[in-house]
């Protein structure tokens, strides 16, 4: 009989994420050059009266006018927290806290500036060394990503992003020196961060400017199909080069409900899902899912394939299914619901729901039910590697700051968490979205703070950088310790 579990593994990896664009700042020092990242202007939301205003695409209007005059902009994630400074203090208090693992990425430009070289900048390289060096020292094992949300922004200027093919091999060389390197040092990697987002931002997860191209939708799967085969290739070279490692993809899950128990609602709830599972259904099986060719045809897109394409992505299928999970959506059936695919396709608000500040609906059941059909589908190893509440805090004068808002919603989610795995889930671990404040992806504010740990930084990047521990740090430090028994 099958046995079942009544709580986390022993070997559960409890801990906290991030990303390279979003912490490490120091945007033009040890040789990094200039990726998409540090072309994401703040465009005050409160400014517009709507907080939850994502300002990261940008045009090739906005490029042209913040190259020429960078001065006369701001851009948040060229300071980050300065990770690249004070990762020896940041790692430290991830030990603090008992961190067994700490998501980060790797700035694909601090490697290959604009990724075009023949060879790699061992200053770049040199730095995550140290950083891997310094998660050792503490038993903490690192997770890498090694595309979130960025790139050299010569291959967006030359190549237009992923919509060209000729960032596969590039990427390529890139996955390549990356396993060559850090063989030993890291064994956990996650190729692309949620692909399925390129849905939303062509500019983030793919360096594509949406203005120039004809159809943006046929321009995010002619991307995504770049991307899958760049991935493939990836997790082919680790096999040779650092066989012990094991590499997953990643999506944004954001559990679809229907809108009413009308059949035709519930139809829309199952193909919001399949524009979402698409992703991990390629990577994990390695072949194109059947409805997204019916999907295609309907839609009129047509990829540029060759020959052999199959062959690669059949190839290159990964270990484990790794996903963020903030929210659940409701979506209801319109003839012209298919036309508006994406994960963040029109919200219909959920009565049961409360929001959080930035109106993301908060739904730990939500996650069990995600768990669970990610498994049953699967049948792989999960790992759940963003999770979290964007919120305003007030540090007191006392320098305290009493966040029990978002001890509240780990808490619940973590409660839903351990029922998956009761219910008979295979989960890795849990690594927290920004376990230290940092830059907004969506509007590039400091003031969403996410983490454990406090940066006393404001939105235009004044503050003295100090790190204090909210109430959540030592609350989590107890959730480690008693491995999700105390809660
Ligand atoms: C995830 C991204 O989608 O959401 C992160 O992988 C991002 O990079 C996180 O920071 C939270 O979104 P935001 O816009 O609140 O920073």
Request: glycine letters at 6%; proline letters at 3%.
């Amino acid at each position: 009989m099958t046995k079942v579990t009544d709580g986390f593994s022993k070997d559960f990896l409890w801990g906290g994420a991030t990303a390279a664009n979003q912490i490490e700042g120091a945007y033009n020092l040890g040789g990094k050059g200039l990726s998409t990242s540090d072309f994401a202007a703040f465009k005050d939301p409160y400014a517009t009266g709507k907080v939850n205003n994502f300002t990261f695409d940008v045009t090739s209007e906005e490029l042209a006018k913040y190259s020429e005059r960078p001065e006369d902009y701001l851009f948040p994630k060229r300071w980050g927290i300065d990770f690249y400074h004070r990762y020896k203090e940041d790692i430290a208090l991830f030990a603090e806290m008992g961190f067994k693992v700490f998501r980060l990425s790797i700035s694909w430009a601090r490697i290959f500036p604009t990724g075009l070289e023949d060879r790699p900048n061992e200053e770049g390289l040199a730095f995550y060394d140290k950083v891997f060096d310094e998660c050792e020292k503490y038993g903490i094992e690192p997770l890498v990503t090694m595309s979130h949300y960025e790139m050299p922004i010569e291959l967006t200027k030359r190549y237009n992003g992923w919509v060209s093919r000729e960032l596969v091999a590039l990427f390529e060389k890139y996955a390549r020196v990356l396993f060559d390197r850090y063989k030993g040092k890291v064994k956990y990697w996650i190729t692309f961060n949620e692909m399925n987002m390129n849905l939303n931002s062509l500019y983030t997860g793919a360096g594509v400017l949406a203005d120039k191209v004809e159809n943006s939708l046929q321009a995010a799967y002619q991307a995504s199909h770049h991307q899958f085969l760049a991935s493939a290739l990836a997790v082919k070279a680790a096999r040779e080069i650092s066989p012990d490692a094991k590499i997953g993809c990643m999506i944004n899950q954001i559990e679809s409900y229907a809108k009413t128990t009308k059949p035709e609602d519930q139809l829309q709830a199952v193909k919001a899902e399949q524009l979402n599972m698409f992703y991990p259904d390629v990577k994990v099986r390695g072949s194109y899912p059947s409805y997204m060719v019916r999907y295609f045809n309907e839609q009129g897109i047509q990829l540029n394939t060759l020959e052999g394409d199959d062959v690669i992505l059949a190839e290159g299928t990964v270990d484990y299914v790794a996903f963020s999970y903030y929210m659940s959506h409701v979506t209801e059936y319109r003839p012209d619901a298919m036309k508006l695919a994406g994960t963040f396709d029109s919200p219909i608000k959920n009565e049961y729901l409360e929001l959080s500040e930035w109106d993301w609906p908060i739904d730990p059941v939500g996650l069990r039910i995600s768990l669970n059909k990610l498994y049953d589908r699967y049948q792989v190893p999960l790992f759940l590697v963003e999770n979290g509440l964007g919120a305003k805090d007030v540090l007191t004068e006392d320098k305290k700051i009493h966040d029990e808002y978002r001890i509240d919603y780990i808490r619940k989610h973590i409660i839903e968490m351990k029922e998956a795995v009761k219910d008979g889930v295979e989960l890795m671990g849990y690594t927290t979205w920004g376990c230290i404040d940092l830059i907004s992806c969506g509007t590039s504010q400091m003031s969403k703070r996410y983490g454990f740990i406090y940066v006393d930084q404001d939105d235009k990047g004044n503050g003295t950088l100090e790190r204090i521990r909210k109430d959540s740090f030592y609350w989590y430090k107890d959730v480690i310790s008693t491995n999700g028994e105390k809660l």
